[in-house]
């Protein structure tokens, strides 16, 4: 092919940076889009000067009559499973926003059918594609900092504040909370970069008042000996990511995108990071085009469902039904 046709299935926040970032890409082309809301096509149409692509109200319109080759979705949590499994029984290829899915039964069931029919199916997890997370990933595969033994990542933000009326906290959309929303994000960094089992969890909920859960604070045990505590503060003043590995000989800290290597009696080292190389909508083309196999694939994105499940679980929590106390 030429170039990749691409149909965008929700045009929300998050699709003008797929959008800016595939507009970069010159075997990629936006030709086609789908959105509930007339108002949010107009805009998105305007302000990435698409006048020539397709619009549609119903994303299965846009399977229906656009001619395409993949579709990045980037619609509300719970309305994944059902536009991914569409596009694929499609013959499209398919790149989701996080979470990949809603329940670890869906996302099986996904992964089964882009096998089955042979597609690309990707999840939008970017810090995969960011220097500081592949740093971190690459210095505790090489026993930079020793065995690990335990790990802290914690994730701030005033989510609380700024969601109230929207999709994201309506659990019948979102599927869950902050814990759902941002803080796959941190669970996904939590499981890639240290390739851990979690066997134990031991969470804390708190609601806020609000319909979904606000802020989540979790003891894990991994099954290969390590411990961690995942702190996810949606009742915050501002964006504040931190991730702590400590090893036997030595630890990694990350403070909002700067990384210091700490090894006892030592100085700290900041390490020289290289630039960026590709990001996940260049890595999904790229991977539809056959120069490289899928870099995150849903047998990693089921990892992070599952885990996203066990805190829900031994919280005793149902997002689409369960009442967690105030107080939890």
């Not at 979790?218 to 590995?245: D, K, M, Q």
Request: aromatic share 8%; proline share 5%; glycine share 8%.
């Amino acid at each position: 092919m030429s170039k990749v046709r691409i149909g965008m299935i929700g045009t929300g926040g998050i699709a003008n940076w797929h959008a800016r970032q595939l507009l970069e890409l010159p075997d990629a082309a936006i030709v086609a889009i789908a959105d509930p809301s007339e108002q949010n096509r107009i805009r998105f149409i305007d302000e990435h000067k698409l006048d020539s692509v397709s619009a549609y109200a119903d994303y299965k319109q846009l399977l229906a009559h656009a001619e395409l080759d993949a579709v990045v979705i980037c619609s509300p949590h719970t309305l994944h499973y059902e536009q991914a499994t569409d596009a694929l029984n499609s013959g499209l290829h398919v790149m989701m926003e996080k979470p990949m899915v809603c329940s670890s039964e869906e996302a099986v069931q996904l992964i089964e059918l882009s096998n089955q029919v042979g597609k690309v199916m990707q999840v939008s997890y970017q810090r995969h594609f960011q220097p500081e997370f592949l740093y971190i990933k690459e210095a505790i595969e090489s026993g930079e900092i020793g065995k690990l033994t335990s790990i802290t990542a914690s994730l701030y933000q005033e989510w609380r504040q700024g969601t109230p009326g929207s999709w994201r906290q309506n659990p019948a959309l979102s599927g869950g909370g902050f814990l759902m929303d941002s803080g796959s994000h941190i669970i996904d960094v939590l499981l890639w970069t240290t390739g851990l089992t979690p066997v134990e969890v031991k969470p804390q909920l708190h609601m806020h008042g609000s319909p979904v859960e606000i802020d989540t604070f979790t003891s894990i045990r991994f099954a290969e000996g390590p411990v961690a505590g995942l702190n996810l503060v949606g009742f915050s003043p501002c964006w504040h990511e931190t991730f702590v590995f400590c090893g036997e000989n030595g630890g990694i800290f990350y403070d909002n995108g700067k990384i210091t290597l700490r090894c006892l009696g030592q100085e700290p080292v900041v390490p020289e990071l290289p630039s960026a190389v590709t990001n996940q909508d260049k890595s999904f083309v790229d991977a539809i085009l056959g120069r490289h196999e899928v870099l995150v694939p849903g047998e990693f994105a089921l990892k992070v469902v599952k885990l996203s499940e066990m805190i829900y679980e031994a919280a005793g929590y149902s997002p689409l039904g369960s009442a967690v106390t105030e107080e939890a």
